[in-house]
């Protein structure tokens, strides 16, 4: 994450929304944000999250129900 953030052109980009899955974290945003700020782009205030699996961890995540709700923030933003 950090070197794609890193490596955007920020002439070209407006605005960085976070999406993410994990198994461990509520929230990647504080992360994204810092490298975000780092090379200038703004972050936008909102962010999609949800349960990702990991070995033994939220199996079957993310699942259709987080994909509908992915779809649904990302709507948002047309």
């Not at 490596?7 to 461990?24: E, Q, T, W």
């Not at 999609?48 to 948002?76: I, S």
Request: proline fraction near 3%; hydrophobic fraction near 40%; glycine fraction near 8%.
């Amino acid at each position: 994450m950090k070197a794609f953030v890193s490596s955007l052109d920020k002439s070209k980009v407006g605005r960085i929304v976070n999406f993410g899955s994990a198994a461990m974290l509520n929230s990647t945003y504080k992360k994204v944000k810092a490298v975000a700020d780092k090379v200038g782009i703004p972050m936008d205030e909102r962010e999609f999250h949800c349960k990702g699996e990991f070995k033994a961890f939220h199996k079957g995540r993310p699942n259709d129900e987080d994909l509908k709700a992915a779809a649904e923030f990302a709507g948002q933003f047309k």
